[in-house]
Every structure is written in C-alpha cells, then in structure tokens.
C-alpha cells in the first residue's frame, strides 16, 4: 500500500494511505478548499484564508495522535475490559481518522455563516446541522469509496463513519466512547482550530500544549455507569484548563470581534438574497446543495448591487456604536434598552454573544465534562480541579450597530443622553 504525506504548518507532514488520499482528491471533499474555515474574518485579519480543506486533513491527524496516545497507555483496558483485540484496535483507528477527515464534509459555503440558512428539518422542526449534510454525504456519496476502494482492508462501512460524526449508540455500541475523540470538549476539532485559527490569524490566544494532551490523554472509568470515557491523567490537567481559557480568548479576540460579526450579518443578508427561497437546499438535494461554495458565492456578490454585498465589496461595513461589558448587569442591560430606543431609527442590527466555554454536566444540555484520572483510578470533573474553569462562565454581550453615514450622529445621541 502506497502512503503520502502533506506538508502543514501547524503538524509539520500529515500521512495519509491510499483510501484517504482518494477520498481527499474526491471532487466533493477539494470543494472545502473553497470553502473559507472563518468566513470573512478576513477583513480584520488579512491572513485568516485558511480553509475547511486544511483544516480536515488536521483534525485527522490530531484525532490519530490522540488515539495512538490514548492505546498506547491503555492497550491492556482496551482488550481486557472492551475486547478489542490489535486488529479490531487497528480498525477503530482507521475509522476515526476517516471520520475525523469527513467531519465537515457537508459544511455550508463561509462555514458557519451560511449554517444559518439551512432548511428546517421535518422530522424535529429545527435546523439542519452541517453534520446531518455530512453524514448524508458519507452514506450516499462517499459509500463506494470508502467500502469498495482496493486498501479498504478493515471492513468499514460508510455508515460507521456516519455514525461517529453524529453519535448513533445504536451504530457504535461499545465504540461510542470514541465520539468525544470528534465531537466533544476535548476534541480534535476543538484542539485544531485553535491552534490553526490562531497561526493564520496571527495571533497567540489559542496556543496550548498539545504534546501534553497527547501524552496525558487516557481512559477512564464511570463511576455510576462504569463505561470506559476519555479523560486526562492528573498530572496533566492543567492542559485541559488551558483549552478552556484558549477558546475564550478566541472568541472574544477573533470569532466575536466587532468588526467580523458586522460582515457576519452583511454575508447573511447577501445569502439570503442570492439563495433561492433564502435557504440552502436540504440534505435530500444534496447535488444541488454541493454546487454552493464560496467562489460561487463571492461570484454572485460581485455581479450583485443589493446593500449589503455593495458593503461587503466596497469594506463599507456597518459600525458598532453600543455594546454591554462581556457579562453585563442588571443595570447594564437597562442602559442598552436605553441606548436602543435612543437609537430607535437608525439601529440597523442587535448582536448577542451567547457562548459558554465550558458545559457541565449538571446544567441543562451540558456535555459530558473533561475528567480528570487520579492516581488511584479514580475520576473527577475538570471543574473541581480548576477553579478558573469553574467560574469563567459564558459571555452575554450584546451591541448595537449603525450603518456607517450614521455613526457621527449616533454616538452624538448617546452623549447627549449620557450613554457614552
């Protein structure tokens, strides 16, 4: 079997085998290397261009390292208690390099700009998600593939990988446990747009020490359930805290930066006057939701005369005039309703930040937490470790935004009143 390898900036060479490099000079998956991983963060950061593209074939390989890690220290777990023998520990890791690889497959054009155009799904009433469109594409476009190609040695179906991007137990059974390793709060997604976001954008907010989670990450035992989980040796806890704090300071700095969610909102309202119906189509079409990306996008922009693609050509953004402090007060947001009705006529978009950085489990629709392994193999939440974790909290900012002509004459109206 021939391998490959691609040079990257942040991993230094990324291996592939026959099968994977197939399915990355697929037609469908060179589509993310039109697909920008931050949307029009560009216009703030000029080097932020990066692409879901590289950003894919980097959570594969961090996915493997995590993996070889976690096997590596935890092989006899593995077969004693779960019954993996080495070749069915060979097949999970090709699984999870295919599903890593895969992750974002069905992502909209911008990334998750355009995930707000998705279509309403029938079956729950609420929104698609780009994982339904990627798994959607996995069981449809890439089953060939993945179960017919010559170095497909492991007996993976299309719908294994499916099922690890949208967590079917079902599917997965005594594999389950390793969603987290694709979605989770100590993911390789996570731990890859952080380091990746933060090169290309030229800015040190999401380094941390991913040598050290590699080499911490192990198995651990719930102690209600007693199922196997992910969690992280004692000695290492202070790696997982700093995932935290980095995806904080990331979003504050870069993903919410004020200037970045204005193009946000120009690119939205721009989709939502070139897409037909103002949404994307659904998973059913997926030929026709594959043709969307942001070349087709942009050339739709540049050929357009509405408003806002005019503002997004021309850097003619609106501007914030208002906005709350990260966590604002009772009387903090009396001042915004205020500064709202002070600016009743000329307020051309509200924002609200609503993220937390960390979910625990006793809230509602909290992830399982990051746990930590002690000595004695026993587990605790990385919450009652850091105290830093256990009150960051989420941000509730919210701003208001004028358009430019109007931004002498807004900041005016707040001084008057005392706003400013």
Partial sequence: MKFYEIRDPIYGFIGLNELEMDIVNHPVFQRLRRIKQLGFTEMVYPSAKHSRFEHSLGVMDLATRLYDGIVKKN???LKE??????????RDRELIRLAALLHDIGHTPFSHVGESLMPTNPKTSKPYKHEHYSAAIIKEIFKDVIEDHEASVYNIKARD??????????????????KVLISGQLDADRGDYLLRDSYHA???YGIYDVDRLINTITIGEDPETTDPILAIEDGGWHVAESLVISRYHMFTQIYFHKTRRAYDYHLTKALED??????????????DFL???????????LNS???????????????????????PTKVDLNKFEKAKEVLENIVTYEDEAKNSWYKFTTTEGGDVEIYIKKENDTISPLSEYST?????????????YVPPEEKNNAKNKLIKEGLL
């Fill in 75 to 77: 092989s006899h777990i």
């Fill in 81 to 90: 208690t779960i019954g993996l023998d080495c070749g069915e520990l060979d």
């Fill in 161 to 178: 990988v499916a099922a690890l991007i949208e967590g079917d137990e079902e599917i997965l059974k005594t594999r389950f446990f390793w």
């Fill in 202 to 204: 030229g800015v040190k």
């Fill in 274 to 287: 070139i897409l037909p119906g103002k949404k994307f189509p659904p998973p059913e079409e997926l030929e």
């Fill in 291 to 301: 043709k969307w990306d942001d070349w087709t996008v942009g050339y739709k922009i």
């Fill in 305 to 327: 005369g509405q408003e806002d693609c005019k503002r997004i050509k021309e850097r003619d953004h609106l501007r914030m005039v208002y906005e709350t402090p990260e966590k």
């Fill in 388 to 400: 830093i974790v256990k009150e960051i909290g989420g941000i509730r900012q919210k701003r208001l």
